[in-house]
């Protein structure tokens, strides 16, 4: 298999998730970190790179020296706040590069209609990174309502709360996040483009529905004055009734990540705190729970799943690597053929449908009535 260069804009040790993407990368040997400028502070960014084993002559103290100099990059992957996405991927596109973008890709749908112009434009590469569909048992159960063992599906509750808004330390002190998540200037709240994207992208890829119209209540509960608790009903299309919380003010989850789905024969239910299991429940009264192990899996027993075998807990960082395997798969298409397709990578119009949908909660909370999505 190939092993694909990658360079890092942002990513420093210091960020909420670059040392995460620097392992999950490069555990199946398809990645190489080769370059970055992990952080605009001279010291993060020098103390990243010698953890991360960069060559000095590759480390930049600005991303636009890093693109005008790196010329045989596979790939960019950009780990900056959500606010400089835009600037930063347009001018990687710009470049002719190859793009990996942490979710959210914008900050609203007007800068990821402008990311798709130019990505059309160049013909470039751009791939989102949403980590949690990448559980073997969130694939497995997307595969059991491919197949119908669901039936119908008729309605959904999706969540995801934590507690770092509202929780203090053992001093009783305010646990402060990164400067860029305490400002609601946006027309969507912080909040949203941090948790909702998710469980926006995750319903879909379960379900392969698209919301249609959403009705919201949001709040300021915790120490910031920012956005930091959203309920909403939403109708999505086939008829489909959902429900939606994301929080940062809910006190005893440190990521609550929960996912209902409820079908005409039978629900399933998955927690990312147990993130190996899945319950079934079917509708003459059955209840199963399925594991990489059970024997009624299609999916998660793929040895790609399975570094090693069930009993023996795979998480969080094993989902970014699976994501990063099919990524390095997608791109290997794009530079075969000029095209790539994926069931389990998403590119910019999904990052856009999401956008649309978040706006749309975001128009319901402030009217206080059903708002319709964009499509």
């Known amino acids: 298999m190939d092993t694909f260069s990658i360079g890092f804009i942002g990513g420093s040790l210091q960020s909420a998730v670059g ?7 490069r555990m199946d ?21 010698q953890a991360y084993g960069i060559n000095p ?20 992957l950009i780990l900056t706040p959500t606010p400089s996405h835009y600037e930063i991927v347009t001018a990687c596109l710009n470049k002719g590069f190859s793009v990996i973008c942490e979710k959210a890709l914008a900050l609203n749908s007007t800068e990821a209609k402008k990311i798709i112009t130019v990505q059309k434009l160049n013909k470039g590469f751009l791939a989102v990174t949403y ?9 497995e159960l997307r595969q059991k309502i491919n197949n119908g063992v669901l039936g119908k599906i008729l309605h959904f509750q999706a969540e995801m709360p934590q507690e770092g808004f509202i929780k203090a330390d053992v001093h009783g002190n305010k646990i402060t996040p990164q400067s860029w998540r305490l400002t609601d200037t946006g027309v969507i709240p912080t909040i949203y483009l941090d948790l909702a994207v998710h469980l926006h992208q995750l319903i879909y890829y379960l379900i392969g529905q698209k919301p ?18 959203v309920m909403c009903l939403v109708r999505y299309t086939d008829n489909i009734q959902g429900q ?16 209902r789905i409820y079908g005409s024969k039978a629900s399933a239910e998955w927690y990312q705190n147990n993130p190996e299991e899945l319950l079934l429940s079917y ?18 027993n793929n040895i790609k799943y399975n570094r090693f075998k069930a009993g023996h807990p795979a998480g969080f960082m094993e989902a970014f690597a699976n994501l990063y395997i099919d990524i390095a798969d997608s791109l290997r298409q794009y530079k075969t053929t000029g095209i790539w397709k994926s069931e389990e990578v998403y590119g910019p119009t999904l990052a856009l449908d999401g956008l649309h949908f978040l706006e749309a909660i975001s128009k319901s909370a402030k009217s206080k009535v059903w708002q319709k999505v964009i499509d």
Not at 19 to 25: C, D
Not at 131 to 139: A, E, F, M, T
Not at 244 to 259: D, M, Q, T, V, Y
């Open 244 to 259: 939606f919380w994301f929080s940062k003010s809910a006190l005893g989850h440190r990521n609550g990540l929960k996912l």
């Open 29 to 49: 040997n398809r990645w190489s970190v080769d370059a970055g400028c992990f952080s605009t502070d001279a010291d993060a960014n020098q103390a990243t790179s």
């Open 212 to 229: 249609i119209e959403v009705v919201s209540q949001q709040a300021s509960n915790g120490w910031f004055e920012v956005i930091d608790n």
């Open 283 to 300: 509708s003459d009264g059955k209840r199963e729970i399925v594991d990489r192990a059970s024997s009624c899996v299609e999916l998660a």
């Open 57 to 76: 002559d590759k480390v930049y103290d600005t991303w636009q020296k890093m693109l005008a100099n790196e010329k045989q990059l596979d790939a960019i």
């Open 19 to 25: 040392y995460t993407h620097f392992i999950s990368s």
């Open 131 to 139: 980590n949690y569909s990448g559980y073997p048992i969130v694939r």
